[in-house]
């Protein structure tokens, strides 16, 4: 099964939003509303951010939202902070027998 | 609060075989509704899904790796294991274990453990 494809770079400047992709196709993304945000800092571990398209684990500020339109999710994150800049991946659910795939992976840069 | 722990060898030789374990606070694996994964990471590139064990002992893994992998549950131990045979120098990465609360909700990941593949 293929990654979802996301793309390598976003940037933005302090107190912007950024919006970040996540193409898949109609085995994953387009038939699950399963799909979930992970932001990687430098040499730590993953940390789940957004789940199920659109909900927030809690903890996690509202400045980041997720949608989903087709076989396309996204991320945003508004009023970018300093401790935004990370890696972030997505990953899709694509049915009981099987395990889904993760995103290629977004570097986003503050500015 | 939920914690996972990874651990285990640094350094693996050609051919032979890796084990991890993953040490659960604040849950029980034995409890049903989650699902238990390791998850690798190459240096400098994307995540990998190596397998998953749920609290009843099934297992899936991934295709790719099927058939050098094993996932194991302790559960007086409140552990689950990695084994990986036969492992290459492409096996190099960090792997990490974490907790699947249902279709991919990984929350929470291990700190994740760098193992190298060298002779």
């Known amino acids: 099964q293929s990654a979802l494809t996301q793309p390598p770079s976003a940037s933005g400047s302090p107190g912007q939003s950024v919006t970040i992709s996540c193409t898949g196709t109609s085995s994953d993304i387009g038939t699950y509303n399963y799909v979930s945000w992970y932001q990687q800092h430098p040499g730590k571990a993953p940390k789940l951010m957004i789940y199920?398209?659109?909900k927030r684990p809690s903890g996690v500020p509202d400045r980041f939202s997720g949608s989903k339109s087709g076989n396309t999710a996204s991320l945003t994150v508004s009023g970018l902070q300093a401790e935004d800049e990370a890696d972030y991946f997505c990953?899709?659910?694509?049915?009981?027998?099987?395990?889904?795939?993760f995103g290629t992976g977004t570097k986003v840069t503050v500015l | 609060q939920v914690q996972l722990q990874a651990s285990g060898p640094g350094l693996v030789k050609p051919s032979q075989t890796l084990s991890l374990t993953c040490t659960v606070s604040g849950d029980s694996i034995s409890s049903g509704g989650n699902s238990w994964s390791w998850i690798r990471q190459h240096p400098g590139k994307g995540l990998e899904w190596i397998g998953y064990?749920?609290?009843?002992?099934?297992?899936y893994y991934n295709p790719s790796l099927k058939t050098r992998v094993k996932i194991s549950l302790d559960t007086s131990k409140n552990q689950f294991s990695l084994e990986l045979r036969s492992v290459t120098a492409a096996d190099t990465a960090v792997y990490y274990c974490?907790?699947?609360?249902?279709?991919?909700?990984?929350?929470?990941w291990g700190q994740g453990t760098l193992v190298t593949v060298s002779s």
């Open positions: 199920e398209v659109n």
């Open positions: 064990i749920y609290y009843n002992d099934n297992t």
């Open positions: 990953c899709s659910y694509a049915g009981s027998n099987n395990f889904g795939v």
């Open positions: 974490a907790r699947d609360r249902g279709k991919r909700r990984f929350d929470p």
